[in-house]
């Protein structure tokens, strides 16, 4: 199983590094490249339409200001697409590109997770992958658990 995590510039790195550590904690196959709907349409096309046949089974795009990357793969793709609103120096606080990815027309679906919120994008993905794998859907169980366990403990400290 395999998730693509795509974004339209290299500066949005920082950001979706969260999605890509998250997935490799969970042992899932990533494969990283920089697919910009503005600069590089031919790009674009060509990996929304191959993802599927190429082992691809989820895709994460993020992207800042106008925030196309995600709905333009969307509209291409037969694959859950996951966006991440990137917060860009070009950006209206975010806003711009929480829309943009979130307001897709019916028929396009895009899944959007909060701004910067690339971890939750990975952790969505891993979601959907184990829908369909038994021993990842183990590790999610396992991965919640941790988070409980962190809650309980740190509400423990507060006595």
Request: aromatic share 2%; charged share 15%; no cysteine.
């Amino acid at each position: 199983m395999k998730v693509a995590v795509v974004m339209g510039s290299i500066s949005d790195m920082p950001v979706m590094q969260d999605a890509i550590d998250i997935l490799k904690e969970f042992g899932v196959e990533t494969h990283v490249d920089i697919v910009s709907a503005h600069r590089t349409p031919e790009k674009l096309v060509d990996f929304s339409n191959n993802a599927h046949k190429n082992g691809i089974n989820v895709i994460i795009a993020g992207a800042g200001g106008a925030a196309h990357l995600p709905g333009m793969v969307a509209s291409m793709s037969p694959l859950p697409v996951i966006g991440v609103p990137v917060k860009s120096s070009n950006s209206i606080d975010g806003w711009d590109s929480v829309l943009s990815i979130l307001q897709m027309p019916g028929g396009v679906p895009v899944a959007t997770v909060a701004l910067n919120g690339a971890k939750n994008a990975g952790l969505l993905a891993v979601q959907i992958l184990a829908s369909q794998n038994t021993e990842l859907l183990q590790k999610m169980i396992d991965y919640k658990l941790g988070l409980k366990e962190a809650v309980l403990k740190a509400a423990e400290g507060l006595k």
